[in-house]
C-alpha cells in the first residue's frame, strides 16, 4: 500500500527526536492556558495528539501541529474562559475554509511579497529566542546543560538525537525534584458548543487578532519553509482546511485551536523529522500523556530550561531560513516590528507600507 512506503513514514531515533523538536512550542502554551483558564488540559492534549497523526497519515511528512498563539498568549493574560476560546477557534476554522474554498488564498498570496514573508519568520525568529531566554532564566542550570547538549550534537558529525537526550534528561530531573506524577485517567469528551454570546466574544478577542499571523506564518511562510527544507511543494488551500478541520472537530469537545507554524517545522526538521512518522510519533506521545498524566502538574516533570534549550536552537534555525530574501531592509524592518509590535500590526503595517511603496515605484 502507498501509505506505508518507509519514504513516507520512518519510525527512528532521528524521527523520534524530530518529534519532540516541536513540543518545546506546544507544551508552555498548552500548560499556561490550562492554569489561567477553565480548559483541560488532558482533553487538549488529546486532540492534539490526534491531529498530529491525522497530519501525520495525510501529508507523509513532517507537518508542525501548534496552538494558535495570539488566542494562547490572550486566553492566559485576560482569562479567557473556554467558552470564549471555543467561540475564537469555531470563528478561526470557518475563516480559513471559506478562504480556501473561495480561493481567496490565491489572491492573498500574489499581493504579499516574498520579503514581507521571511520578515515574519523572523519575528517569529526572535520571538522564539526570547521566549526561551525566559524559560532558560528560570531554570538556568537545566538550561545551561542543555543548551550545549544541543550545541554538541549540531558540531559533531553523528545523528543529532539532541532533543531525544535533552527531554530524557529533563523528564527524568523533573521526576527526582518532584517524584513520578500521579495517574488521572483522562475523562471522555463531551460536546460542548458556545453559546452565540461566547462564539461574538472569542471572535472579536481571539479570532481578529489571529487571522494576520495565520495567514502570513501559518499558511505562506510554513508553505515556503516546506519548500525550502523538505523540497516538496503543499498548497495552501490544504493546509487551510487542514487547520479548519483541527479547529471545528476539537474545540467543540474541549480542544484548543490549533494552526500549522513555520517555528515548529523548523524544529521537526533541525531535531531530524524527515518523514511523516515523526508526526504519528508525537501523537502516540501526547495520546499516552493525555489519557493517563495530563495534570497542571506536567509543568513540573518537563523542566523550563530544556524546553527553552529546544525552542532556542529552533530559533536560530528559522533564522536561517528568514534571510533568505531579495530585500533584507525590509525583511529586517519586518522582524524588528513584528517582535517589538506583535507579527499582527507588523503584518498589517509592513504590508500597507509594501503597498504604498509599490505604488510610488509605479
Known sequence: MDIIREKDFRFTLDETAGALGDFGTLLPIVIGVSVATDMDLSRMLFFF???????GLYYKMPMPVEPMKVIGVIAIAEGLSSAEIAGAGIGMGVILFLVGITGLMDFIKRIIPLPLIRGIQLGLAMTLSWQA?????????????????????AKSAR??????????IGIGVGIWRFGVPELAIMTIPAVAFPAAADIMSG???????????????AVLATSLLISDLLDRQVKEKHLLYSMSAMCIFSVPFGGFPMCHGAGGLAAQYRFGARTGGSNII????????AVFFATPELELIIPFGALGALLFYSGLSLFRTSQKTGDMVFTWITGIAAFVFGMTWAFLGMFIFGLIKSRRRD
Do not use: C
Request: proline letters at 5%; glycine letters at 8%.
Open 49 to 55: 495528539a490526534i491531529a498530529y497523526i491525522g497530519t
Open 203 to 217: 471572535f472579536v478577542k481571539g479570532t481578529l487578532p489571529q487571522i494576520p499571523l495565520t495567514m502570513g506564518n
Open 133 to 153: 531566554f525566559k524559560m532558560i532564566w528560570q531554570d538556568p542550570v537545566m538550561g545551561i546543560i542543555s543548551i550545549l547538549i544541543v550545541l554538541a550534537y
Open 282 to 289: 508525537s501523537g502516540v506521545i501526547l495520546l499516552f500523556v
Open 159 to 168: 545523528l543529532d538525537i539532541s532533543a531525544l537526550v535533552v527531554f530524557a
